[in-house]
């Protein structure tokens, strides 16, 4: 076991495309938290959140023979869950739940609502003001995405863009709309 | 309405531009009032971003994944034990239908081995010996029989 956390993450895949389950559940290990606070981010919702991560890993232990080591092991699971994301949103659709009611209690930033809290305190304040999971709620699914990408994740256009398997130039107009309408709804909060 | 510069300030803001552009829109801003707000409201979107916590996946969660995980392992397991099971009765099936297809044996040349055959008893051996009482009675029927093989 201990060698297993040694491995890098490729050499994990490998062992389990060999048939070593250990290897696979220690890439659970490392991915779970990471992949759930994207999940969420994206969501904004736990329940919503934990299925995405158990379908996304359940892609990638049925997945893992065909992946061609062309990607790190982060963007392909990125990726996988990308795609588990879009169809939850399917189903969310259907249901009409997105009520994002069940935010961490250790979050800072859910104290007061924007835009219904525009009567709220002063600028200076604002990242404790702001609802950021409200704010993302006000984007389409498209722009929310690239933003949580680019601005959580860190991640370049180029990588976003493989990441979705869409152009670059797609990613930069998204993230360029997503930023202006997010500019024009909290005007004076940012 | 924004300047036209606008694009170029948010890849720059991403540091996306390469040198040559980056350097024009720098060169803009410092002339741009409205581009430097842009780019304030820019910063600040980020920094709201940057910090929003995000949840750790709750331990229960953790568990149920790791058995969900088990669980999907086992049926592909019984899936393929399944598979398996069905490809070894296809196999069995289709032994059998070409056995069965073979040319049957001419039944008159059976009927007449059959009567051809000596079920006599021999003669150390009687019917109340406790050999084989069935086998005695099926013989001695057989014998009871006419040479077409109709009882």
Same mark, same amino acid.
């Given at each position: 076991?201990?060698?297993?956390?040694?491995?890098?993450?490729?050499?994990?895949?490998r062992?389990?495309k060999?048939g070593d389950?250990?290897a696979?559940?220690?890439?659970?290990?490392?991915?779970a938290?990471?992949?759930y606070?994207?999940?969420?981010s994206?969501?904004?919702?736990?329940?919503d959140?934990?299925?995405?991560v158990?379908?996304?890993?359940?892609?990638a232990?049925?997945g &893992?023979?065909?992946?061609?080591e &062309?990607?790190s092991?982060k963007?392909?699971?990125?990726?996988?869950?990308?795609r588990?994301c &879009?169809?939850s949103?399917?189903?969310?659709?259907?249901?009409?739940?997105?009520?994002f009611?069940?935010?961490?209690?250790?979050s800072?930033?859910?104290e007061?609502a924007a835009?219904?809290?525009l009567s709220?305190?002063?600028?200076?304040q604002v990242?404790?003001r702001?609802?950021?999971?409200?704010m993302?709620?006000?984007?389409?699914p498209e722009?929310r995405?690239v933003l949580v990408l680019?601005?959580?994740?860190?991640?370049?256009y180029a990588e976003?863009a &493989?990441?979705?398997?869409?152009?670059?130039?797609?990613?930069?107009s998204?993230?360029y709309r997503?930023?202006?309408?997010l500019?024009?709804?909290?005007?004076g909060?940012l | 309405m924004?300047c036209?510069?606008?694009?170029?300030?948010?890849?720059?803001h991403d540091?996306?531009?390469?040198?040559s552009?980056?350097?024009?829109?720098?060169?803009?801003?410092?002339?741009?009032e409205?581009?430097?707000q842009?780019?304030r409201?820019l910063?600040?979107?980020s920094r709201?971003?940057?910090?929003?916590q995000?949840?750790?996946m709750p331990q229960?969660?953790?568990?149920r994944?790791?058995?969900?995980?088990?669980?999907g392992?086992?049926?592909?397991l019984?899936m393929?034990?399944?598979l398996s099971a069905?490809?070894?009765?296809i196999?069995?099936v289709g032994?059998?239908f070409l056995?069965q297809?073979?040319?049957a044996?001419?039944?008159?040349?059976t009927a007449v081995?059959?009567?051809?055959?000596?079920?006599?008893l021999?003669?150390?051996?009687?019917?109340?010996?406790?050999?084989?009482?069935?086998?005695?009675?099926l013989?001695?029927?057989?014998?009871?029989?006419p040479?077409?093989g109709?009882?």
């Open positions: 076991m201990e060698s297993l956390l040694r491995m890098t993450d490729l050499e994990l895949l062992r389990f060999h389950e250990a696979f559940h220690e890439l659970v290990d490392r991915y938290d990471y992949l606070g994207v999940a969420w994206l969501v904004g919702h736990a329940a959140a934990e299925d995405i158990q379908e996304t890993f359940a892609g232990f049925r &893992a023979a065909g992946f061609r &062309a990607a092991i963007t392909w699971l990125l990726r996988i869950l990308m588990q &879009a169809r949103r399917r189903s969310a659709w259907k249901r009409r739940v997105f009520s009611s069940d935010r961490p209690e250790s800072t930033d859910g007061t835009p219904d809290a709220a305190p002063p600028q200076q990242e404790h702001v609802d950021v999971v409200q993302l709620e006000t984007l389409s722009h995405e680019r601005e959580l994740e860190g991640m370049s976003i &493989a990441t979705l398997r869409v152009p670059q130039g797609t990613v930069e998204r993230l997503a930023r202006q309408e500019r024009e709804r909290f005007k909060y | 924004s036209e510069y606008s694009r170029d300030l948010h890849a720059w540091g996306e531009l390469s040198d552009a980056q350097r024009r829109i720098e060169a803009h801003v410092a002339e741009c409205q581009c430097r842009e780019l409201e910063q600040s979107l709201v971003l940057a910090a929003m995000r949840p750790t229960d969660a953790k568990q994944l790791g058995d969900s995980l088990l669980i392992q086992r049926s592909l019984r393929a034990e399944l069905a490809a070894a009765l196999l069995a032994l059998a056995v297809g073979r040319p044996p001419n039944r008159t040349s081995e059959v009567t051809a055959i000596d079920y006599s021999p003669d150390e051996m009687s019917p109340l010996d406790g050999g084989a009482p069935e086998s005695i009675e013989a001695q029927w057989l014998e009871g029989l040479a077409t109709q009882p």
